[in-house]
């Protein structure tokens, strides 16, 4: 168990230090953003009817039935 951990710790370095050292990335060209020229426009209208909403509170009382629970025997559990 521990030769396998062990191998595949040097394995992950060997990966890591070739991830690293043998590649070697440079910049040869600097980017730049396109140019962009926006001329006017507009925006649309809109005419929206929309109904009303009234927000409040009032006081209720509301009936929330009871719930009994019965557990059934120890006895009859353990013979199933």
């Known amino acids: 168990m521990?030769?396998?951990a062990?191998?595949?710790g040097i394995v992950l370095v060997a990966a890591v230090a070739f991830g690293v050292y043998m590649v070697d990335i440079d910049q040869t060209e600097d980017g730049s953003l396109p140019t962009v020229s926006i001329d006017g426009?507009?925006?649309p209208?809109?005419?929206a009817d929309v109904g009303d909403v009234e927000v409040g509170?009032?006081?209720l009382t509301?009936?929330?039935p009871t719930v009994d629970?019965?557990?059934p025997e120890e006895d009859a559990v353990a013979s199933n």
Do not use: P
Request: proline share 0%.
């Open 2 to 4: 521990k030769v396998g």
């Open 6 to 8: 062990i191998f595949a």
């Open 41 to 43: 426009g507009s925006l």
């Open 45 to 47: 209208e809109y005419d």
């Open 57 to 59: 509170e009032r006081d």
């Open 62 to 64: 509301v009936t929330v």
């Open 69 to 71: 629970v019965e557990t």
